[in-house]
Structure formats: structure tokens, C-alpha cells
């Protein structure tokens, strides 16, 4: 096997965000909780792992442990600075996108070229290359990123005109309603006990969108949320998602239950009233109870223990707020168990897909339409002794110079209104649309 080299080194703190926008002469991503302070940048790739067909999630466990045979590393860091596989699965990974979609994997996770992460004011840079180690000395890692900012600035044009734009939805609004009261007809017939439905939105714009501008916009409005992205040449599918999957650190698993959505109130009171019909509802308790049910018994497969409280909070961010019961754990077997065990046995969700899962899958692929592609898929990352940070990628779009397509669901369960659910991904479609349309 050729050996991968890794060289790592600290550098000067800096934006990566900046750094992702300024670097798209490669394959990029991007993960940032805001909150936490915690951010990761990886560009281009050494090494990949593909998922394919019906195990994609097998097959990227067994290439972490080829990866880490060829490693070899030099330099001290702590464990957070790398390296890192970066990547993760679409919706629906054993199925190849196209159309939109085109030029994305739909499970990968890579190495990156160049490796930048920051926690708690730090940064840190690790270079990789095959089979001796990389050029430069890595005391210069700070000086080649500026240069390869400096190469890769585009000239901005300063545009002073209105900018313009034109919506349309992926189908009429009717047809939505139709397909929520054909998921509530299932869920009579026993097939389904729960149905996430979900539709897209096409923005074009008078002039091409900025991705750095969409992900500072959504940055500052959702600083308690995930800032994710995934680049391939001109396309960039990213978002604001306030749903972590599952987080692995040192036998610990953290992950979220979040189902039941509420708009958020206009004033201090009216946001408490809309915040306690959610907390009472009914339908809305039964949706999350569902998603915690699945959520626990994923975990006990590979958990001693298990805590949750026995209802839910809230979850609130701007314009919308949502149920939410986060679970904590231990493994049985560190050793033997990574986080993409855990991400194999949790994706998808209830939160986004339905249950049981696999009727639910079948019945979406025959009924739904829309070809989600990385949409309610698993971002993140993990080190290379199995720990890491998956999120489902939530609130997002798909953004190709001048169009963004945007994605919002509802969970269908017994007692869905279908206007109450269209209502449901107009709230969530404003999320990115905030971002995107700031004028």
C-alpha cells in the first residue's frame, strides 16, 4: 500500500470560512458550530473512501482502517487538529445522484490535500500527500495559505444595481396537500406510523449568488446552529442546520431527537403562547415521540447506558423553534465501535425519513418526487481512531451561480392537517431563504 505522509503544524488563527470561499479550485467542505467556537475546512482529497450500493456505511468503516494503516504523521498536535476524514451520506446513499445533484458522491468521506481546524482560538493546518512526505516545510503553512488566497482571488466587480429575483415551487401547492393526504391514507392502512414529506423551491437571481455572503448571513442568524457546506466545482450545498445526529468522543455518544415545529412570536409573549401550544400539542408530541423511540433503540445496540429526559424541551432559533430531547450514552466497546456505526444505525432518522424506516424509504422513492440528493443527508467528521460529529443537513440549499434550490419537510403522523404542514416548510424554506435574499 503507498503511504500517506501528514505533516501538521499550528498557524495564525483565521477565518476558515474565508478560506473556503477563497479556495474553489478544489473539492471543498465545510463545518462549523458557531457557538462552540469549533470549526473544519478540508480541501481536495489524497485519499477516499466510497460507499456503495447497500452498504455504504460497512464499506466506509473498512476503509478508515486501510487509511490508518498508510498514515504516517509528523509533528505534535492535539487529537482535534487532524487528521480528519471529512464527508459523509446522502438521503438516500445506496442510490448514484444525477440530474442536480451531478458530480456529487452519494456517500464519501476523504482525506483532505490540506486540513485546517480550529477550536477554542487555535488553528491548526495538516498537509497530506502519497507516498513521501509533502513539499514545504510545514512552518510555512501559514505563508503558502495566504499565497494560495492571494491566487485565487477572483476580481469583485462592484454590481450598484437592484438585484432581482424570481421563485417558483417544485410543484403546486395543491399537489403538496394531495401528497400529505396520501401519507396520511398509509398511516390509516398500518403501512406507516410516520412520513417526512418534503419539497424544493428554485430562487433565480438577476446576478450570481455569493456563496461567503449566504454562509456569514447564515452564520450570524443561526449562531447556535451547525454552518455546513460540500463544494464541486461551481456548486455548493450548504445550510444551517440545528440537528446534530450523533457526536462520538471518547466512548461518550451525544446525539439529538428534534420533531415538532412551531413559528417563533413576534413579541416576547406571543413567542411564550406559540412555544407552550408546542410543548401541548398533541400530534406534535406524538411526531417527536416517535423520532425519540428510534433514536434510543439505534443507541442501545451499541450503548450500556442510555439518558434522556422524559419529555422534551425546546429548541429555538430564529423565526422557528422545534421539540427536542437530547440523548447521552456510553459504549459497550469503545474499542470496536466508531461513529459511523452509529451514523449506519441512526441514518435516516424518523426526523427526516418516517418509520418503520425501510417502508418509509420505499413509500418516499414511489410518492415524494424530489430528488433530495444531500438533503436530510449526514455531514461530518472523524478522526482516525473512530470519533467525530455527524449533523443532518437541514435548512439547506444548492446554490449554482445565479440558482439556489431550496429543500424543506413535514412529518406526517396520524392527525396531520395538510395546511398545517405546508405552513410547517414554509417556516423551515425561510430559514436559507433569509440568508440567501438579504437586499
Request: hydrophobic share 40%; proline share 6%.
Amino acid at each position: 500500500m503507498t503511504p500517506l505522509h501528514l505533516q501538521r503544524s499550528a498557524i495564525a488563527p483565521r477565518d476558515l470560512l474565508e478560506l473556503f470561499a477563497a479556495s474553489d479550485e478544489y473539492e471543498r467542505f465545510y463545518w462549523e458550530r458557531p457557538d462552540c467556537g469549533e470549526a473544519v475546512l478540508g480541501l481536495g482529497a489524497v485519499a477516499r473512501i466510497e460507499g456503495r450500493g447497500a452498504s455504504p456505511f460497512g464499506d466506509a468503516a473498512g476503509g478508515l482502517g486501510e487509511i490508518r494503516a498508510r498514515l504516517r504523521t509528523q509533528g505534535e498536535a492535539p487529537p482535534w487538529a487532524g487528521p480528519l476524514l471529512v464527508g459523509g451520506f446522502a438521503f438516500d446513499s445506496g442510490v448514484p445522484l444525477s440530474g442536480r445533484w451531478a458530480g456529487f458522491p452519494s456517500a464519501e468521506l476523504v482525506l483532505p490535500e490540506r486540513l485546517l481546524t480550529s477550536r477554542g482560538g487555535e488553528t491548526w493546518c495538516c498537509r497530506a500527500g502519497l507516498g513521501s512526505a509533502p513539499s514545504g516545510s510545514v512552518s510555512t503553512g501559514g505563508c503558502e495559505l495566504d499565497a494560495a488566497l492571494h491566487s485565487s482571488a477572483r476580481e469583485v466587480v462592484a454590481d450598484d444595481s437592484p438585484p432581482a429575483f424570481h421563485a417558483s415551487a417544485d410543484r403546486p401547492l395543491a399537489a403538496y396537500r394531495g401528497l400529505v393526504e396520501e401519507a396520511l391514507g398509509a398511516i390509516r392502512e398500518g403501512d406507516l406510523e410516520k412520513v417526512v414529506v418534503a419539497r424544493s423551491c428554485t430562487v433565480i437571481g438577476s446576478r450570481p449568488f455569493e456563496t461567503l455572503g449566504v454562509l456569514r448571513s447564515l452564520r450570524a442568524l443561526h449562531p447556535s446552529c451547525t454552518i455546513f457546506a460540500l463544494a464541486r466545482g461551481p456548486v455548493t450545498f450548504l445550510g444551517a442546520t440545528p440537528e446534530r445526529l450523533v457526536r462520538l468522543e471518547k466512548g461518550r455518544v451525544h446525539a439529538d431527537a428534534v420533531a415538532g415545529t412551531a413559528p417563533r412570536g413576534r413579541t416576547p409573549q406571543q413567542d411564550r403562547c406559540l412555544a407552550r401550544e408546542l410543548v401541548e400539542s398533541k400530534k406534535d408530541q406524538e411526531e417527536h415521540a416517535v423520532v425519540v423511540r428510534c433514536v434510543l433503540e439505534a443507541l442501545a445496540r451499541h450503548c450500556g447506558s442510555l439518558l434522556a429526559p422524559e419529555s422534551p424541551g425546546l429548541l429555538q432559533t430564529d423565526g422557528i423553534q422545534h421539540l427536542h430531547t437530547p440523548i447521552e450514552g456510553r459504549l459497550r466497546d469503545p474499542s470496536n465501535t466508531t461513529v459511523l456505526d452509529l451514523v449506519g444505525d441512526l441514518h435516516p432518522t424518523p426526523a427526516v425519513g418516517g418509520a418503520p424506516r425501510e417502508t418509509a424509504l420505499a413509500w418516499l422513492r414511489s410518492h415524494e418526487g424530489l430528488d433530495r440528493g444531500w438533503y436530510t443527508g449526514s455531514l461530518g467528521w472523524l478522526d482516525l481512531e473512530g470519533d467525530g460529529e455527524f449533523t443532518v443537513a437541514l435548512r439547506s440549499l444548492l446554490l449554482r451561480g445565479s440558482e439556489a434550490t431550496l429543500f424543506a419537510g413535514a412529518g406526517i403522523v396520524a392527525g396531520s392537517d395538510p395546511d398545517a404542514e405546508l405552513l410547517e416548510t414554509r417556516l423551515k424554506l425561510r430559514t436559507a431563504l433569509g440568508a440567501l435574499l438579504e437586499i
